[in-house]
């Protein structure tokens, strides 16, 4: 029942920027925190960001502080991340993912099905 459409990947040349979208459904989403989560080629899965349910606090790796912005617009059960300044070690597979939290953390839930995001020139 939980969906999370993602949308927003492409191509695009170091130092441009992108949009990722992921549209939530079969939940209440703005009692979830969210994050997105992504996968470079060969490479294990790298968390990126965290955005708390009310939106109001976030958090980045700190590859990507500074450049990336996660957001979340609760009336329309829509997570963002606003990528600038996009690097070539930004290329990766980039996940949606639904949280659950459990001893002061969080775990993950329910993921997207993914987008390519790809950085070259």
């Known amino acids: 029942e939980v969906q999370l459409v993602q949308s927003g990947g492409g191509l695009v040349q170091p130092g441009g920027s992108l949009r990722l979208s992921c549209a939530a459904s079969?939940?209440?989403?703005?009692?979830?925190?969210m994050s997105w989560v992504r996968q470079a080629p060969g490479k294990g899965l790298e968390w990126v960001s965290g955005?708390?349910?009310?939106?109001?606090?976030?958090n980045y790796a700190a590859s990507v502080k500074d450049r990336f912005t996660i957001s979340r617009d609760n009336a329309k059960n829509t997570l963002y991340l606003q990528m600038n300044s996009l690097k070539l070690e930004d290329t990766a597979v980039y996940y949606c993912?639904?949280?659950?939290?459990?001893?002061?953390?969080?775990?993950?839930?329910?993921w997207g099905q993914g987008t390519q995001v790809t950085v070259s020139s």
């Open positions: 993912v639904k949280l659950s939290a459990a001893g002061g953390s969080y775990y993950p839930g329910s």
């Open positions: 079969g939940f209440t989403f703005s009692s979830f925190a």
């Open positions: 955005v708390l349910s009310e939106g109001g606090t976030t």
